[in-house]
Each structure stands twice: as structure tokens, then as C-alpha cells.
């Protein structure tokens, strides 16, 4: 359970991310500066580097993160390995899509802005990083290797049923599924 003062840190990151998100759909994310998301929150200009190092990384924001109870059902589980990690990749999915509009308006920015961009393959190989220890703690017996090439494969998976959700009229639930089904398809290929 998190403390006040962590809880509060947590929010005010959040208003952060958000302020520049506003502020880049309403004025282009070039116009955006730091002192604009400062006076936007009601912080100092100061304040906001405790936060983010830029305004690349107040775009971002702290990234999705694996819940501790998906965390703890995942390592606890007495079920198949294969639905286990269905589960896990589906909340991971959940946690990464909350909100369309700011996804879709973050997605352009990375794609327009070289610096956004390298902030968000940094963040998704801290990802794999975290899901291959993961993994590890649940698989018993794998070289690191093979659990980082199935950790990067999960996300890649992950990733592509959200961009299909952006892309298209579709159910989160529903562009899960189908990844999931083709990530299936994908190892009926490779096994032969």
C-alpha cells in the first residue's frame, strides 16, 4: 500500500503528463515548453524537473506498469503457463491503453519527434527488462536469452493489438484476443 506523500507524488506526475498532453493537442507539441506545463499545473518551473527531466519525457509519462495484484496472481498461479501469461498480457494491455485520444496524440508526437521517440523505445525495453524477471521467477529453467526473446515477442504482441485498437473500430478485449490467436498462429509456424 503507497503513503500519502508517494500517492501525491504519483498525481501530481499524472497532471503533469497530463498538462502536456493538453497543451501539445491544443498547440502543437513544438510550442509546448516546460514553463508552460509548470504554470499550467501550478507548480514552479523548478518543481517540474523533481518530475521529468523534459517535456519528452512529461509526454510519456510514467508509462504503464504490470498492477501488483497481475504481478502477484501471475507468480501464485497454479494455472497453465500459457493462460497465465494471457492474463498477465492482457492487464499489461489494459494498463497501456486507459485513455485512446491522449494515446493516439502521444503516438504522432513520438512519431514527429526524434527525442519523443527514444524516450519511448527506452521505456518499452524497460519493460521487457521487468517482464523477463518476470518471467523468470515463473519459468524455472530458461537462459535469459530465450525469456527475453519471449518477453519482447508478449510485447510486441501487446503492442500490435493496441495499435489495432486505435486503428479501427474494435474492443480492447477483441484486438487482445486476436493478437493472442495470431501470437498462437506465429508459434504453430515456427515449431515446424
Given at each position: 500500500m ?5 500517492r501525491?507524488r504519483?498525481?501530481m506526475?499524472r497532471?503533469?503528463?497530463?498538462a ?5 493537442s491544443?498547440d502543437?507539441f513544438s510550442?509546448?515548453?516546460t ?7 501550478g507548480i514552479s518551473?523548478r ?6 527531466e523534459?517535456?519528452?519525457?512529461a509526454?510519456m509519462g510514467?508509462?504503464?506498469e ?5 504481478i502477484?496472481?501471475f ?6 503457463i ?8 492482457f492487464?499489461?494491455?489494459k494498463?497501456?491503453?486507459t485513455?485512446?485520444?491522449?494515446l493516439?496524440i ?7 519527434h ?9 521505456r ?12 523468470a521467477?515463473?519459468i524455472?529453467n530458461s537462459s ?5 526473446i519471449?518477453?519482447?515477442v508478449l ?6 493489438g493496441?495499435?489495432?485498437w486505435?486503428k479501427e473500430?474494435?474492443?480492447l ?11 498462437g498462429?506465429v508459434?504453430?509456424i515456427?515449431?515446424?
Amino acid at each position: 500500500m503507497l503513503g500519502l506523500r508517494e500517492r501525491r507524488r504519483i498525481e501530481m506526475a499524472r497532471d503533469i503528463h497530463d498538462a502536456t498532453i493538453k497543451l501539445a493537442s491544443r498547440d502543437g507539441f513544438s510550442a509546448v515548453t516546460t514553463q508552460a506545463i509548470s504554470k499550467d499545473v501550478g507548480i514552479s518551473h523548478r518543481t517540474f524537473f523533481n518530475y521529468y527531466e523534459n517535456k519528452e519525457s512529461a509526454l510519456m509519462g510514467g508509462g504503464p506498469e504490470i498492477s501488483e495484484e497481475s504481478i502477484e496472481r501471475f507468480l501464485k498461479s497454479e494455472l497453465p503457463i500459457k493462460e497465465n501469461l494471457r492474463q498477465l498480457m492482457f492487464d499489461f494491455m489494459k494498463a497501456a491503453a486507459t485513455h485512446r485520444e491522449e494515446l493516439l496524440i502521444v503516438l504522432e508526437i513520438v512519431r514527429t519527434h526524434p527525442k519523443a521517440g527514444q524516450i519511448q523505445l527506452a521505456r518499452m525495453s524497460e519493460a521487457r527488462n521487468h517482464l523477463s524477471q518476470l518471467l523468470a521467477m515463473r519459468i524455472k529453467n530458461s537462459s535469459v536469452l530465450v525469456l527475453d526473446i519471449l518477453a519482447e515477442v508478449l510485447l510486441f504482441s501487446g503492442w500490435t493489438g493496441i495499435l489495432r485498437w486505435l486503428k479501427e473500430p474494435i474492443e480492447l478485449k477483441e484486438a487482445f484476443d486476436d493478437s493472442w490467436e495470431a501470437l498462437g498462429e506465429v508459434t504453430k509456424i515456427l515449431a515446424v
